[in-house]
């Protein structure tokens, strides 16, 4: 295969957006297809009975689906929030971590410097 030129670049990766937005639109479709072709496969290979698998993989599905949810919101919540200020009290230093300590101390900070 020799070098590529620009344009059949570009027809190669609008080739592979197009069956990449394909594919992602029934993702979801062809995943609980493999869900459900996997136990009997598992099953016959592992010998666990085809129940326990289907159980194991729901399992792990929810968990799956928990911990997609919780990364999502974790990324919201604490992207810009403040959730630790170091501070020097008597020479020494002191991380403070609840709110209302935070608030305080930010406050109090502003105060002596812009005053």
């Avoid at 070098?3 to 059949?8: D, I, K, M, S, W």
């Avoid at 009997?40 to 289907?54: D, P």
């Avoid at 919201?76 to 230093?93: P, R, Y």
């Amino acid at each position: 295969m020799g070098a590529l030129n620009t344009e059949e670049v570009r027809a190669k990766l609008r080739e592979a957006h197009q069956k990449y937005f394909a594919l992602k639109a029934t993702s979801k479709q062809l995943r609980n297809t493999y869900l459900d072709n996997l136990p009997e496969a598992v099953a016959t290979q592992e010998n666990f009975t085809k129940g326990k698998v289907i159980k194991s993989l729901r399992e792990r599905e929810r968990q799956r689906d928990q911990a997609r949810k919780i990364r999502y919101i974790r990324g919201k919540i604490c992207s810009g929030a403040t959730t630790l200020v170091t501070i020097e009290e008597n020479g020494q230093m002191k991380d403070v971590i609840s709110k209302k300590e935070i608030e305080n101390t930010i406050l109090t900070n502003n105060k002596e410097k812009f005053s």
